[in-house]
């Protein structure tokens, strides 16, 4: 028996192949640990019945298997579930389920806290736990698809953490996602939301999947931006615009930038020039997402008519845009305001 018994949520799927042959087991016995694993999200490798009983008890040997707990479940007037899970460990990390029409969408974390800093979110007030392993991202998505009785359509890590501080995790995590053994997501209906770590863009541009990109960049000022996304500081907006046009001549894909609108903040007329002096020009889409509240932040929500007017000078500078229609605020579960903790 080995020293260690690893997670077996911890392990790419290099490591799992990898595993298989070193037990002697042929290549697709990888497809049906991942079909296992991913695709149905079983808590025991006795439930993996056409896996030979030998290899079920190596594997058990070996790894360690379970889900994550569920903890809290809230219900928004609009249908929208926000999921309190606890994982292996104790840790606990939140998700969002958003039903429309015959579409889910999942929004799950890829750390449990983060280390971002950024003044208008939840979630980096209580700084990082840590980061998630790939399956523990899985299972957020198997855990709100098995409790909305729904196939997912849609899956953004966009919850809590920054992805691309955990990089390996989230790409392999989003590979048992898209796979046909695991969830069968579309790669361009997984998409990763970074606060701009470049280093981790100029790599995802280099995936073969045609996974999607978004970036959260919420001011084109740079001054404003330094002081409402402090763990961004290092990477100044006119190489984040470098690496973005880079990112679209090198995939040919459009990246999201999200920009949360605060009244006071981010939102005046120099910082609307700015912005669309920053998307001129290059490949992007722009989505407008109005402040949501949190608790402790001085951050507030511009009216409609604000909104209304950024998104009318964007179109009119020929740069597609969007607003984003706000889902969940009424259980803390809207953009920001994920936070890891029991309701009151």
Known sequence: MPDEV???????????????????????????????????????????????????????????????????????????????????DGTTVESVGIPAGD????????????????????????????????????????????????????????????????????????????????????????????CGLLPGIRRFSTEPEQFTLAVSLHSAVQTTRDAIMPGVRRYPLHQLREVLAAYGTDTGRRPTLEYALAAGTNDSDAELRAL?????????????????????SRTARPEDARVRSFAAALASAGIECSIRAERGADINAACGQLRQRHPA
């Open 276 to 296: 669309v002096d920053f998307c001129r020009g290059l490949l992007c889409h722009v989505n407008l997402i109005p402040m949501n509240p949190v608790e402790g």
């Open 103 to 194: 579409r889910l969408t999942v929004c799950y974390s890829t750390q449990a806290g983060c280390a971002m800093g950024c003044t208008f979110c939840a979630t980096g007030r209580s700084g990082l736990t840590r980061s998630l392993l790939p399956g523990e991202m899985v299972d957020q998505v198997l855990g709100v698809a098995t409790d909305m009785r729904s196939r997912v359509s849609n899956a953004v890590a966009m919850g809590q953490g920054e992805p691309f501080a955990n990089y390996d995790s989230t790409l392999a995590a989003l590979r048992f996602m898209n796979s046909p053994d695991g969830m069968g997501i579309g790669a361009r209906h997984l998409t990763v939301s970074t």
């Open 6 to 88: 690893r997670d077996i949520k911890s392990l790419d799927l290099n490591d799992i192949e990898s595993g298989l042959a070193d037990l002697g087991e042929p290549r697709f016995r990888t497809r049906q640990l991942v079909r296992w694993l991913y695709g149905r999200g079983v808590a025991g490798f006795d439930e993996m019945t056409d896996l030979p009983q030998a290899l079920r008890s190596s594997l058990a040997e070996r790894y360690r298997l379970g889900r994550p707990v569920l903890v809290t479940r809230e219900v928004s007037a609009d249908g929208t579930r926000k999921y309190l899970w606890r994982l292996s």
